[in-house]
């Protein structure tokens, strides 16, 4: 089972303004590896309420490239990929609409929801991603976005190994739900959802 999963931070209200992203790479049903980079925000500006969530401020990023910069880079990681993300639905918009402010191409990749499949197969009350990761036992410093990365895809690990899922297309298709995709061609993406 090979997937990555993301978490972005955003500076402000603008779902273009990234300034955080954390990446978890699983390989053979392994954390394998994990990343954060810091990003130069579009518009780059941040609100007083994001900064107290994640702590990132201008003082972090004014000298770090902004998205489109650092895409050459950062573009393996969703490329022909199978993603995981806490609240996809979040993250992919995210995405999109940074790579519509950068004018940039969106990658052809899947993707899947911790928080979706949380829902559908835990019985808890809440299914943030600090509580889901509290019933796995999982180490989370919340809204640090490699943590937040790390924890979506251990969480993703742990519920496919208590369904007994080889991999997550195969625990999403037991359960009814259709994979998430964005595709490139039409720079447009088909979202997560139960059938």
Partial sequence: MNFIAID???ANNFRSSICSMGVAIVENGKLVNSEHFLIKPTPNHYDSFNTFLHGIDDTQTKNKKAFKQQWKE???YFHNQ???AHNA?????VLRFTLDSSKLFYPDLDYHCTYRLSQELLPLRSFRLDDVSRHFKIELKHHNAESDAKASALIALRMCEKYKANSLEELSTAIGFKVGKIFRETNSYRPFFKR
């Fill in 82 to 84: 199978t993603i995981v």
């Fill in 8 to 10: 972005f931070e955003t």
């Fill in 89 to 93: 639905s979040f993250d992919c918009s």
């Fill in 74 to 76: 950062l573009q393996k």
